[in-house]
């Protein structure tokens, strides 16, 4: 009789351990992962919290894992994610892949030149409302998709970097893009961008950001995002509507979720900046076990590099009709 040992752990090394690092865990701990990490601060922090093997350097930690999750700064992404795809391993990237969209586009060539995986992080495809609505349209149920209206609501992320606009991408880049990816997911390739911004005289971290997209197919979709002061309450809404139907959603009112006292405190005060994901399958979690799924069965995972590349390039291109009062094409 042979005995077959228990397949070998897979082995991710977590490079950057802010907060998001942590909303990444449990996905990781789904799956049994063994964990790596590396940091420019915080490294031993994260690893008495979550068991991870702690590396000095990041060629130390890409010589011992399998997969690397990115949760660096943004500006950063670009210098590991190049240096983990010549490692020889498979990336995952909060988003976004880049600022510059010629650098997205050249991590993603990059990518498939050396045949790895590349999975950029668009987690709100992951949200169970998102993911229901993206099946009610592929079901037909609005009809042909007109105008599409994404609203995003929060403060200014309690990290210095995100207030930097040529750090983060500021409000666009960093906040909107989900909608954005959104906008494309729902409604496909956008042809031109218009976007406006309002900055508060009395505190430039609070500001208010329109982005009209002019779809392909003739849709049009507003998004818009709000940083408001400390304190105020993460927030997302859709309003999707067609010739056959309408759909509308708005997380303030959802009536599947009920908060207790606790939960309420936590919202109204602010603290953090994710969303509390405590009542639902977390999405989190979510996105990277489906792409550990079709990284080990040959598929492709919801988020192609090419989605990431196309959400950089439209939010680069509103950022751009921002700068000079101009529709851009895309």
Do not use: N
């Not at 995972?301 to 101009?326: H, I, M, Q």
């Amino acid at each position: 009789m042979t005995s077959t040992s228990p397949p070998a752990a897979l082995r991710v090394g977590i490079v950057g351990t802010g907060g998001i690092s942590r909303a990444h865990l449990p996905g990781w701990r789904e799956i049994g992962a063994e964990l790596h990490c590396h940091s420019h601060e915080g490294a031993e922090d994260f690893a008495a919290s979550s068991g991870a093997v702690v590396h000095g350097t990041l060629e130390e930690l890409l010589a011992a894992v399998d997969v690397v999750d990115v949760c660096t700064p943004t500006p950063s992404h670009p210098e590991v994610v190049r240096a983990a795809l010549e490692a020889g391993r498979d990336v995952v990237c909060e988003k976004p892949l880049a600022l510059d969209p010629e650098v997205a586009r050249e991590l993603a060539a990059h990518a498939e030149r050396v045949g790895r995986r590349l999975f950029p992080a668009h987690v709100v495809r992951f949200f169970p409302q998102y993911e229901a609505a993206e099946r009610a349209l592929d079901a037909g149920a609005i009809g042909t998709p007109a105008v599409l209206r994404f609203e995003r609501t929060g403060s200014l992320p309690d990290r210095s970097w995100y207030a930097d606009e040529s750090l983060s991408g500021g409000i666009v880049m960093d906040q909107m893009i989900h909608d954005i990816d959104q906008a494309l997911w729902l409604a496909g390739p956008v042809e031109r961008v218009f976007a406006q911004q309002s900055i508060a005289a009395s505190d430039s971290a609070v500001r208010t950001a329109h982005v009209v997209l002019t779809h392909a197919s003739g849709a049009l979709s507003h998004c818009r995002g709000f940083w408001g002061p400390t304190g105020t309450a993460f927030r997302y809404t859709f309003d999707l509507a067609g010739d056959g139907g309408r759909l509308q959603y708005d997380s303030a009112g959802d009536p599947g979720i009920m908060f207790d006292a606790v939960a309420s405190h936590r919202q109204a005060s602010g603290a953090g900046f994710l969303p509390d994901v405590s009542t639902l399958r977390d999405p989190y979690a979510a996105e990277l076990v489906e792409f550990i799924a079709a990284r080990a069965d040959g598929s492709d995972a919801r988020v192609t590099p090419a989605d990431g590349v196309r959400a950089v390039e439209v939010a680069s291109a509103a950022l751009e009709s921002l700068r000079t009062g101009r529709s851009i094409a895309c």
